[in-house]
């Protein structure tokens, strides 16, 4: 059998890596990038870290002795995952510069197109493109008339230098969070432009000292006890709870967000600016050191105008005010909903994925959808995308596809796709647990669909796990 993956990101590398260890050595990787790793190569931005400790954001078959803090910096992980494509040969199994712009089912098998109209032939495709991926730039009058530099957060432009310069930062997302406490103590002045306020969860970033380091490596097996305990911890803590809204674990939360605030916004005026009216949780929590410290800073401005229109100058907010600027930053988020998007994908019958998703994407389980057969999706539509490790997500689907991929192998079935009728009962069931999530608690998020609703995994993380153990077959149509 022929696989092709697409996308050499945290997903793509594990799939490319997975595939040869079960014994498939026809395996391609196409990546539209020169360089394999997703989102940690596109994000570069200054403060650029993850909120997944990094023994439980890594691997579980590459653990990292060498990580420099309990939340590594992202050039770290970035450098992490191009080690790990290298060391596992995935990075000599990928065609790099090439994006997959068509991929039809015709004939039982998947025929691919890039952009350069080179094409490929797969019997089984892996759909490893990312989620938090295309930016989505905001739609605010006059944008393109600004004399100074502005980009997307995803699309940091280091040649535009900030120190000493007035920068503005549109958005308050983990994203802003992070760049803000990172350049305040380095511009001239700093004007974050807040739409919406933040709950913001403390998070201690110790570092590993060399002494730890060594042990880690003489004994990876403390490295296994951190990423057992730590996915433990956040499942607990968390992905095991987000439909019970009156968890007290819930409530813990949002009571350490508000005793943070409290504790660390010393001007009553400001700390209100700064007070969510939702609940903790309700938008993704941002878990970070330093954002209040920062703002407080004497060359830093909170303003909760709200945009009205960017002019050659600055900003210009709707109480009429113009905050003069040298720098944009919009850090406004990503096109949560594209997924494999823009890429053409049809299947059986020519059905195109954009037309069966005109209304949002769905997937079973998040991985497959009825009439795409062997087209598996990674880190897909209604996955578990909280506050966790999607490496430890992709690792667990990937397990999954393999148990359906060797049904293939053993000459069971030549396509597999879920039933219609599987996909429309998990769907039901999603939509009726999304109703009674936290992050259903009134808020708007990158959670919610455009009717409101919460895409994400409504369901406790482990009935996730127990999902993955085991392929119910009888859910799938296997010709
Ligand atoms: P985000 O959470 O979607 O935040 C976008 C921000 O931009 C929001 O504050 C939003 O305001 C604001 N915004 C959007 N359009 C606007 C407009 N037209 N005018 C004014 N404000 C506007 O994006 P993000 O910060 O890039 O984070 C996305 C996700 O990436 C995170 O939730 C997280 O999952 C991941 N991430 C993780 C880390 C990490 O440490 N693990 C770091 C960065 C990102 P509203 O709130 O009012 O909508």
Redesign the pocket.
């Known amino acids: 059998m022929r696989f092709v993956v697409i996308g050499a990101g945290m997903s793509g590398i594990l799939a490319a890596i997975r595939l040869r260890e079960a014994g498939y050595d026809d395996v391609v990787v196409y990546e539209k990038a020169d360089r394999p790793g997703g989102t940690w190569r596109e ?1 570069t931005y200054p403060g ?5 400790p990094s023994h439980f954001y890594s691997y579980s078959f590459a653990l990292n002795p060498d990580w420099s803090r309990r939340y590594s910096p992202g050039a770290e992980i970035q450098a992490y995952f191009t080690g790990v494509a290298k060391r596992y040969g995935v990075t000599d199994r990928t065609r790099f510069g090439k994006e997959i712009v068509r991929c039809a089912f015709e004939d039982g098998r998947w025929h691919l197109t890039a952009n350069d109209g080179a094409t490929d032939v797969a019997d089984v495709v892996i759909a490893a493109t990312g989620v ?1 991926h295309h930016p ?1 730039m ?3 009058e006059g944008l393109e008339t600004f004399a100074g530099a502005a980009f997307h ?2 699309r940091w432009d280091h040649s535009v230098p900030i120190d000493g310069r007035r920068v503005g930062v ?9 760049i803000v406490t990172a350049i305040t103590d380095r511009v001239g002045q700093l004007v974050l ?4 306020p ?1 709950w913001i969860m403390p998070a201690q970033n110790p570092a590993y000292g060399d002494e730890e380091k060594a042990s880690f490596r003489a004994h990876p097996e403390a490295m296994e006890e951190i990423r057992r305990a730590t996915a433990q911890q956040f499942c607990d803590g968390f992905a095991n709870i987000v439909g019970e809204t009156d968890s007290p674990i819930l409530q813990a939360m949002h009571d350490m967000c508000v005793a943070h605030l409290e504790s660390s916004v010393h001007d009553p005026e400001l700390r209100e600016k700064l007070r969510p009216s939702y609940r903790a949780a309700c ?2 929590l941002v ?1 970070a050191d330093g954002f209040y410290e920062a703002i407080q800073r004497p060359n830093a401005r909170l303003v909760t105008d709200g ?1 009205a229109r960017v002019e050659p100058a600055g900003v210009r907010t709707k109480d009429g005010t113009l905050y003069p600027l040298d720098v944009l930053v919009l ?4 096109q949560v909903d594209w997924f494999v998007r823009p890429m053409q994908v049809t299947g059986r019958g020519g059905v195109r994925l954009d037309d069966l998703w005109a209304h949002g994407a769905t997937a079973y389980l998040s991985m497959t959808v009825p009439g795409f057969p062997n087209f598996f999706m990674l880190n897909g539509p209604n996955g578990p ?1 909280g506050n966790f490790s999607l490496i430890e997500v992709a690792e667990l689907q990937f397990d999954y596809v393999l148990k359906l991929v060797d049904e293939l192998r053993r000459g069971a079935c030549r396509e597999l796709a879920p039933s219609a009728e599987a996909m429309a009962r998990f769907d039901a069931e999603r939509r009726e647990a999304a109703k009674k999530t936290i992050w259903n608690t009134g808020c ?3 959670y919610l669909d455009e009717t409101g609703l919460p895409t994400a995994w409504p369901f406790t993380f482990d009935r996730f796990r127990n999902e993955m153990a085991a392929p119910r077959l009888e859910d799938y149509e296997r010709r």
Do not use: Y
């Open positions: 994000n650029l870290s993850c909120d997944v938090l989505k905001p739609e605010i957060s995803a549109v958005g308050t997302g983990s994203s802003a969070v992070q432009f807040q739409r919406t933040q938008k993704r878990i945009v850090a406004t988020g990503f995308v708007r998020s990158w």
